[in-house]
């Protein structure tokens, strides 16, 4: 191995360093030492750089090394720095990159405050990162600042009172005018839009005077208005006709020479009320109107006692409408033709014109009717019924033909008419077991539908929970019409007819049944 020693090393020819074509081995234990500098253009690698580096530039650090502070607090150590969208960063230049704050911050709020600062006011913009922005406002002449407050504050004029109002051509009041007991005078005119309100008015009204109130003394050339309401008497010295008058609400007698609307409710397009038609001399009511007749108790003529209103309670109603009309009464109604006692005079009830129901002569009888037919009429000697008479029920004698009906045989006699579908059974006739406890009915049934006759027997008996039936005798022309049947339900046995096939349309029937108990 060999060795050299020397002081310093120079190049050949002491005018720099000498090169080191191999480079330079440092032992371990060795150290390069030195007050200089090392100035090395290629890459400087070792285990270990000591120092603060504070005369490093252009140095890309990898993996950990640079140590990261945000307001003197320890974040951490890296190699690598990324910064986030509010950050700018320049590009490097001479190892140097500057780092910006770019303020995204768009969720700033503001609120304003008032501050006294001496004789002006500070208008305060505080924001909610913290941020203030004044804005002073300087009291002037005559003007002063008072109630200042986080809320606000008031602006005051310090002047005594309005010297002169002649220079503004249009002044306005900011508050209510009192006029201290004194009075408004001039030539001019007042405009006014809304009310005007006083005691009392002196002078001519030359305009509408609307809205008017209390008890004022008004004289008045012509009168025009939509209505008018009086709650004292009104005299008219001169003529009023009716040309004149359209309505009148009256509580004395007025007289009309025309056709004449009493109007208790108007809507559009109707009246509800009473019409005098002059042409026919008729007296009309409206629909659902009423007419109140002989009232209870009252000396007036009315309701009650003392009152001068009419109301419910009359004797008698008379209703109409254009469905249907009747007559209420409260206690014992009367109807009569003539005088009572008179003979002769008839009191007829139709339901339709020309076609009696019920018909009662004076000093006779009355009679009833059915399609303008009679069928009854009381006479001197008792009743005389004109056709077919049902009942449920026959006790005593019945004559011509002779037939006494005890306390074991009933008869009775029905008819009507059904609407034949084949197949679908109708009921006849029926009586209740439960209460008459019949054991046994022998029918005769005639039917009639279109040129079909049929007639025959049916034989029927019940136990209290079935009924049992037999058809025999049976006749029919050209066609059988129905079968027959009976039925025990509900406490009653039914007798139905179920049509034949082919049969259809209205059939009529007529059943007579005599009954053993």
Avoid at 385 to 409: D, R
């Amino acid at each position: 191995m060999s060795r050299l020693r020397s002081d310093k090393l120079v190049n050949k020819a002491a005018t720099g360093a000498p090169e080191l074509t191999y480079g330079a081995a440092i032992p371990v234990t060795g150290t390069i030492n030195g007050a200089g500098g090392v100035n090395i253009t290629g890459v400087a690698t070792a285990s270990k750089f000591v120092g603060d580096g504070s005369g490093l530039f252009g140095v890309v650090a990898s993996g950990t090394g640079i140590v990261c502070y945000e307001d003197g607090s320890l974040v951490g150590t890296a190699g690598t720095f990324n910064f986030g969208t509010n950050i700018s960063v320049t590009p490097p230049s001479s190892g140097v990159a500057t780092i910006t704050s770019v303020n995204t911050d768009t969720n700033t709020t503001y609120g304003m405050l008032a501050v006294l600062d001496g004789t002006s006011v500070k208008l305060r913009l505080a924001g909610s990162d913290n941020s203030e922005d004044d804005t002073t406002i300087s009291a002037g002449s005559n003007i002063a600042f008072s109630g200042v407050s986080a809320s606000g504050f008031s602006i005051e004029s310090t002047l005594s009172g309005l010297a002169n109002v002649v220079e503004d051509t249009t002044p306005q009041l900011g508050g209510n005018l009192d006029l201290n007991n004194n009075t408004i005078t001039g030539t001019g005119g007042m405009s006014i839009t809304g009310g005007v309100s006083a005691t009392i008015f002196t002078g001519a009204f030359n305009g509408p005077a609307n809205g008017l109130s209390g008890t004022p003394d008004i004289t008045v050339r012509n009168l025009v208005g939509a209505g008018a309401t009086f709650s004292g008497d009104v005299s008219i010295g001169g003529t009023l006709t009716y040309e004149d008058v359209t309505n009148v609400d009256t509580l004395g007698i007025s007289t009309f020479n025309d056709d004449t609307y009493f109007v208790g409710t108007q809507g559009t397009g109707v009246w509800k009320g009473m019409y005098w038609d002059k042409s026919s001399s008729a007296l009309q009511f409206d629909k659902s109107q009423k007419i109140y007749l002989g009232p209870t108790a009252s000396s007036q003529g009315w309701s009650g006692a003392g009152s001068t209103t009419p109301g419910p309670g009359a004797g008698l109603e008379l209703h109409g409408d254009q469905d249907y009309g009747y007559v209420e009464a409260t206690n014992d109604l009367y109807i009569k033709a003539g005088n009572f006692g008179s003979s002769g005079k008839i009191i007829s009830i139709e339901g339709q014109p020309s076609k009696k129901n019920i018909q009662a002569i004076g000093g006779a009888g009355t009679k009833l009717y059915h399609n303008d037919n009679q069928r009854l009429e009381t006479v001197h000697e008792g009743v005389v019924i004109t056709g077919v008479c049902t009942a449920s029920e026959f006790v005593g004698a019945i004559n011509t033909p002779t037939l006494t009906v005890g306390s074991s045989v009933g008869i009775g006699t029905s008819g009507g008419v059904f609407t034949a579908v084949a197949g679908t059974p109708s009921t006849i006739d029926a009586f209740t077991v439960a209460n008459t406890d019949y054991k046994t009915a022998d029918y005769t049934v005639h039917l009639m539908n279109g040129n079909n006759r049929q007639v025959q027997k049916i034989l029927v008996m019940q136990d209290g929970n079935n009924a049992f039936y037999e058809e025999y005798a049976i006749m029919s022309s050209p066609n059988k019409i129905a079968s027959f049947s009976a039925i025990l339900a509900t406490g009653d046995c039914s007798l139905k007819a179920t049509p034949e096939s082919g049969i259809s349309g209205v059939t009529t029937f007529s059943v007579t049944r005599q009954t053993i108990l």
